[in-house]
């Protein structure tokens, strides 16, 4: 049975993904209305309601009437799109306790419940593990969260995390790469192209890269745990998982020469 829908079994309506849809979309089965329950216990930290329905939002009034719960790991989960709220800011709930009724509020086309997962920086990942089970203990784990500068949009990317995502914008070569992870330090550099490697820089406190000018190779490390990183090359394919930072050519992700459209990390476990 659902954990998030009362009664129901899951059907999705539209999948996870990493760039244009970050929470996954649900009816109960058959196209049925269902009560939203909460994922498991926690405190409600932000609600919204009073919404209509109204395709042209932006921000958070995408979502319509939603709830966000803060949970025991760390973690949060929110529940957006729905026709009323049963609860409030403050309140503790259990799970399975209704929150609300699914409904069409905010940027919505039909009734569903949009459903997220955050981990414990607030940044929003993959949902589908966890739909049916529980959540990870998400302040043991490490987690990268990352994100690239689109060199043709002259803008960056949205951050991903986890190794079910990548940052980047297949056919758009990236110029910047800003890392950090929620526990431990990171270095990297990245290779201007035809040019030199850049200097290191260490976490969010800056970004690796000139912006405007493409990158061909990457490089990073952590004294908290092992990094396997790779990259995909512009109009061509991923490259083989990289886990060590020296000169040689097991060193570095990328083909000297060859443009990176797009990166993807992972902790090692």
């Not at 498991?40 to 719960?69: I, P």
């Not at 309140?91 to 940027?107: A, N, P, S, Y």
């Not at 758009?172 to 990297?188: C, E, F, P, Q, R």
Request: with cysteine; aromatic share 8%; glycine share 8%.
């Amino acid at each position: 049975m659902s954990r998030v829908l009362y009664n129901a079994i899951n059907q999705v309506t539209q999948k996870y993904n990493a760039i244009t849809h970050k929470g996954i979309d649900l009816v109960k089965e058959k196209n049925k209305i269902a009560e939203v329950m909460a994922h498991s216990d926690g405190e409600v930290v932000s609600v919204a309601t009073g919404q209509k329905h109204d395709t042209n939002t932006t921000g958070t009034a995408t979502y319509g009437n939603y709830v966000k719960l803060k949970h025991h790991n760390g973690m949060y989960t929110l529940y957006a799109h729905l026709k009323n709220v049963n609860v409030k800011k403050g309140d503790q709930v259990k799970q399975g306790d209704i929150l609300g009724e699914m409904g069409e509020t905010g940027k919505a086309y039909g009734v569903h419940l949009h459903f997220e997962v955050r981990n414990n920086k607030d940044v929003r990942i993959n949902p589908t593990p966890y739909i049916d089970a529980n959540l990870p203990n998400d302040i043991e784990k490490i987690d990268v969260i990352y994100q690239s500068y689109d060199s043709r949009k002259k803008r960056w990317l949205p951050n991903v995390t986890n190794d079910l995502d990548y940052a980047g914008n297949l056919g758009n070569a990236m110029s910047g790469l800003a890392i950090n992870l929620t526990k431990g330090n990171v270095v990297y550099r990245v290779h201007e192209m035809n040019n030199k490697w850049l200097p290191d820089v260490k976490d969010r406190e800056d970004y690796a890269g000139n912006l405007g000018k493409n990158i061909d190779g990457i490089q990073m490390k952590s004294d908290t745990c092992t990094l396997l990183y790779r990259v995909h090359l512009k109009n061509g394919s991923w490259l083989s998982w990289v886990q060590k930072y020296d000169d040689t050519n097991s060193g570095y992700a990328g083909i000297l020469g060859k443009e990176i459209d797009a990166v993807q990390i992972k902790v090692k476990e």
